[in-house]
T-cell receptor, first 110, second 114 residues
Framework: QKEVEQNSGPLSVPEGAIASLNCTYS??????FFWYRQYSGKSPELIMF????GDKEDGRFTAQLNKASQYVSLLIRDSQPSDSATYLC??????????FGQGTRLTINP | ETGVTQTPRHLVMGMTNKKSLKCEQH?????MYWYKQSAKKPLELMFV???????ENNSVPSRFSPECPNSSHLFLHLHTLQPEDSALYLC?????????????FGPGTRLTVL
């Protein structure tokens, strides 16, 4: 079982719709969760992190965490073509080991 | 990508060569990181330096040797590499050494091992 698992996609969403990206993790003791965005040919950039169960909202982005089910998701409301990128889920395991998922490639269709 | 520079941007080397990758940050950060990004594989954290002290080594082979002479500079010394080490090597920095702080990534060095 992969430590952090994401559907590699591509995920196609029409412009203006909600894009939903999911991530599951294997280490039940994980406490910190991150979402990065990586445009093609560019470096990753942190867009959100979440520690507590529930939702965390930042503009059009909402991160959702469910520790009991060991999944974390990212919702993007009012999707824009500029949101087209690969989204990386990352989880801190143990003391300080940051583990990334494979990434989900998202395409927003105008 | 601004504020963190990496040189060279592209590197081709043979398996017997010795080379070094350089990273420099102009952001006044205290933590620096090396990552490896291979095609079809997740991004891998290799090394973490916090206030010049190495705090993380994720089971990286000894043919990769990091060096952090000060908080602004980070090197990755390479020797006797294998073709499977071909990848994009990313450097990042952050104000603090915990991952909740925004990491600023450099543009990366595209390494090809022949």
């Amino acid at each position: 079982q992969k430590e952090v698992e994401q559907n590699s996609g591509p995920l196609s969403v029409p412009e203006g719709a909600i894009a939903s990206l999911n991530c599951t993790y294997s280490d039940r003791g994980s406490q910190s969760f991150f979402w990065y965005r990586q445009y093609s040919g560019k470096s990753p950039e942190l867009i959100m992190f979440i520690y507590s169960n529930g939702d965390k909202e930042d503009g059009r982005f909402t991160a959702q965490l469910n520790k009991a089910s060991q999944y974390v998701s990212l919702l993007i409301r009012d999707s824009q073509p500029s949101d087209s990128a690969t989204y990386l889920c990352a989880v801190i395991q143990g003391a300080q080991k940051l583990v990334f998922g494979q990434g989900t490639r998202l395409t927003i269709n105008p | 990508e601004t504020g963190v520079t990496q040189t060279p941007r592209h590197l081709v080397m043979g398996m017997t060569n010795k080379k070094s990758l350089k990273c420099e940050q102009h952001l006044g950060h205290n933590a620096m990181y090396w990552y490896k990004q291979s095609a079809k594989k997740p991004l891998e954290l290799m090394f973490v330096y916090n206030f010049k002290e190495q705090t993380e080594n994720n089971s990286v082979p000894s043919r990769f040797s990091p060096e952090c002479p000060n908080s602004s500079h980070l090197f990755l010394h390479l020797h006797t590499l294998q073709p499977e080490d071909s990848a994009l090597y990313l450097c990042a920095s952050s104000l603090r050494g915990d991952f909740t702080d925004t990491q600023y990534f450099g543009p990366g060095t595209r390494l090809t091992v022949l």
